[in-house]
């Protein structure tokens, strides 16, 4: 087993009410415990897993939401550096989203890399359609693989 990692449960807010928030600063990194990202060599990537959301208007059949969700991290080969989710696209005036991503306690697999469970939750609203929620669930992994878990 690895060094004690450096990891927490974050939640952060990307999107509120059909607006981008400044998360620019809101990054996780799972370094050994005591280590800074600088600290560890190796770093390669970013790499990202993207995942898509889109909405179709209830009455006109078109497209009101088209958003990409692209979680993206740098590697080591066995840790996890400046994770964060990217969020990207376009909203109908009359519709609203919400996204926050979250992530859980690091744990390392059998082999000693690191696994860092992450979550993004979507509102969607629309005057005509209500309101609809998505939640996104992956790993993502310090050798710079990633999966999605449901």
């Known amino acids: 087993m690895g060094a004690e990692l450096d990891t927490a449960k974050f939640l952060w807010d990307i999107f509120k009410d059909g607006a981008k928030l400044n998360t620019s600063s809101t990054t996780v990194s799972v370094v050994p415990k005591g280590s800074a990202v600088a600290d560890v060599p190796g770093w390669q990537g970013p ?68 696994e860092l469970p992450y979550q993004i939750d979507v509102m969607f609203h629309n005057v005509t359609g209500g309101t609809k929620n998505t939640t996104f669930r992956g ?10 878990v449901g």
């Open 47 to 114: 790499v990202s897993y993207p995942e898509k959301y889109q909405e179709l208007s209830f009455l006109f059949q078109s497209n009101i939401c088209d958003f990409t969700l692209t979680p993206t991290w740098q590697y080591n080969g066995q840790y996890i550096a400046n994770f964060t989710v990217l969020v990207d696209g376009t909203l109908d005036v009359l519709s609203s989203l919400d996204v926050k991503a979250s992530t859980n306690e690091a744990s390392y697999d059998g082999d000693d890399i690191v």
């Open 139 to 148: 790993i993502a992994r310090g050798d710079g693989g990633g999966r999605d």
